[in-house]
Every structure is written in structure tokens, then in C-alpha cells.
């Protein structure tokens, strides 16, 4: 009951700042792309300030895969499984990987600065521009880069 709960005052909330302030991207894309429902009932609150909230689980994410792309363009050499997979990438890729990874860069660090300023206006940018960037390009970079390197793996599989 406490879950169902959880996720009225979150499915509340949201639409309120939704709807005041004009936010673009529904409580499902972000659900659907960020896992803000499970992020909420991990943490066992819905904050009042449910846009900063939002905003961190963003930034967590996105900084999660900027990790994981870093590990592929300057791998750990004493990490054989980051030593792999960053073989498996031409340099025209990880070039492209630069790119996204600059391109979150900009995202997270620009979510530092509406910490600091507290402005609404940016935080509703920020929300609706995250979302805009899985969808339209993060999403199926990072998609096709994952598909070489499970391919790559399992063309070692098949060797056993």
C-alpha cells in the first residue's frame, strides 16, 4: 500500500509542475527512459522539490553510461573486459563516442548550474531536453555501439 502510495504523490506532484510550468515530457517518458518510479520508491520519498529530484536520477543516469562509454574510449588496462571491448571500436567511433559523451557532459554539468540558480525556467528545459536527447539521439548511438560489442562477444562465445 505504501508503494501504491508513493507513486500517487510522485504521479501527483509531477502533473502539478507538469501542468504549472508547461514541462513537455510526461511522468511515463521519463519513467519509461529514466526509471524515476523505481528511483522514487527506492529512496522511500517523493521530494517537494520533485523536479530537482528528477533532475539527479537524469544526471545519475547519463553519468552511469558517460562512465561505461569513458571505459571504452581510455580503458583500465589492468580491467581485461574494458580492454576488449575498446579494441572492438574503430577510431571513427570512438570519435563519435567523444561526441556523446561531450554532449552528456553539457547536460549534467549545465544541471549543476539550475542547482545553484534555482531557475524553474531551466529545470523545465533541462527535463524536457534530456528526454529530447535519449529519444532523438542517445538512445540508438549507444544502442548500435552495444549491439557490435555483444556481436563481438558473442563471436568469442561460439570459439568455446
Known amino acids: 500500500m505504501e508503494r501504491e502510495k508513493l507513486i500517487e504523490n510522485l504521479e501527483k506532484a509531477y502533473n502539478e509542475i507538469r501542468s504549472s510550468h508547461k514541462i ?9 527512459i529514466f526509471f524515476i518510479k ?12 520533485i523536479s530537482r529530484q528528477i533532475e539527479y536520477r537524469i544526471v545519475e543516469i547519463f553519468m552511469n553510461w558517460n ?6 574510449i581510455m580503458p583500465n588496462p589492468q580491467n581485461i573486459l574494458n580492454m576488449s571491448e575498446s579494441k572492438i571500436l574503430s577510431q571513427d567511433e570512438k570519435k563519435s563516442i567523444i561526441e556523446l559523451m561531450k554532449k552528456i ?8 548550474i539550475i542547482g545553484l540558480t534555482k531557475d524553474i525556467k ?8 534530456a528526454v529530447h536527447f535519449w529519444e532523438k539521439e542517445f538512445k540508438n548511438k549507444l544502442l548500435s555501439i552495444l549491439k ?5 562477444w558473442g563471436k ?3 570459439n568455446l
Not at 24 to 32: G, N, Q, S, Y
Not at 67 to 72: A, D, F, T
Open 24 to 32: 513537455k515530457a510526461t511522468l511515463d517518458d521519463l519513467d519509461r
Open 38 to 49: 523505481d528511483y522514487v520508491l527506492k529512496d522511500g520519498f517523493v521530494s517537494s522539490k
Open 67 to 72: 562512465e561505461y562509454l569513458h571505459s571504452l
Open 105 to 112: 557532459m553539457e547536460l549534467t554539468s549545465r544541471n549543476s
Open 122 to 129: 531551466e529545470e523545465v528545459k533541462f527535463i524536457d531536453d
Open 148 to 152: 557490435k560489442i555483444n556481436a563481438e
Open 156 to 158: 568469442e562465445n561460439e
